[in-house]
């Protein structure tokens, strides 16, 4: 997939839904969804900036204004995007403003990036509805979909290539724990 590529719609043509989502460092939310029976493609980029083909380096700055994110392609009959939703709200904490844990800065925002009125519609009423379950209000953005810039080859895939990496082992393995555990009847089938 080449570099400014747009995704305005929900479909690929191929039977399956785009789903776009960013909570945090992407390399969490790729290892979660990779895992995820039902997610057939998942790529890590960058979306909801200003800056065209922005780079991992000028992300970092926070001056883009762009987000790290995955685009998930999923087969909505195995995985809905609700269920997406349901799994995006547990393995991230979307009442910190512009944070994960240690990840601070605008591109670390919990934010979904809706294809159509559909998921906007879905994506609102789930933050009503997890709202209950937590003592702080939830920031989540709720916007449309924007111009989608895949992130460098390195970032692709990161947990998997990386496991002992320390960021690896004391961030992204207690969420792919975690959704193992929440979630066992949607873990454990890696597909691509």
């Given at each position: 997939?080449?570099?400014?590529?747009?995704?305005?719609?929900?479909?690929?043509?191929?039977?399956?839904?785009?789903?776009?989502?960013?909570?945090?460092?992407?390399?969490?939310?790729?290892?979660?969804?990779?895992?995820?029976?039902?997610?057939?493609?998942?790529?890590?980029?960058?979306?909801?900036?200003?800056?065209?083909?922005?780079?991992?380096?000028m992300v970092c700055t926070g001056k883009t204004g762009h987000a790290e994110v995955v685009r998930?392609?999923?087969?909505?009959?195995?995985?809905?995007?609700?269920?997406?939703?349901?799994?995006?709200?547990?393995?991230?904490?979307?009442?910190?403003?512009?944070?994960?844990?240690?990840?601070?800065?605008?591109?670390?925002?919990?934010?979904?990036?809706?294809?159509?009125?559909?998921q906007e519609a879905e994506a609102r009423q789930m933050i009503g509805e997890v709202a209950n379950?937590?003592?702080?209000?939830?920031?989540?953005?709720?916007?449309?979909?924007?111009?989608?810039?895949?992130?460098?080859?390195?970032?692709?895939?990161?947990?998997a290539q990386n496991t002992g990496q320390p960021y690896c082992q004391a961030v992204v393995r207690?969420?792919?724990?975690?959704?193992?555990?929440?979630?066992?009847?949607?873990?454990?089938?890696?597909?691509?």
């Amino acid at each position: 997939m080449e570099p400014n590529t747009a995704f305005s719609g929900s479909s690929t043509g191929t039977g399956r839904s785009v789903a776009i989502l960013g909570g945090g460092c992407f390399w969490c939310l790729d290892a979660v969804f990779r895992d995820a029976r039902g997610v057939f493609a998942c790529l890590s980029g960058y979306m909801g900036g200003t800056v065209p083909d922005p780079t991992y380096q000028m992300v970092c700055t926070g001056k883009t204004g762009h987000a790290e994110v995955v685009r998930l392609e999923f087969d909505p009959q195995i995985l809905s995007f609700k269920t997406i939703l349901e799994i995006f709200f547990t393995i991230h904490d979307p009442t910190t403003l512009n944070r994960q844990g240690h990840d601070t800065g605008t591109q670390y925002r919990s934010v979904i990036f809706t294809t159509g009125p559909e998921q906007e519609a879905e994506a609102r009423q789930m933050i009503g509805e997890v709202a209950n379950h937590f003592s702080s209000p939830v920031v989540t953005q709720v916007l449309p979909a924007s111009t989608f810039y895949p992130a460098e080859h390195y970032h692709q895939d990161y947990f998997a290539q990386n496991t002992g990496q320390p960021y690896c082992q004391a961030v992204v393995r207690p969420k792919v724990d975690k959704f193992r555990h929440l979630f066992p009847e949607r873990a454990g089938q890696k597909t691509f």
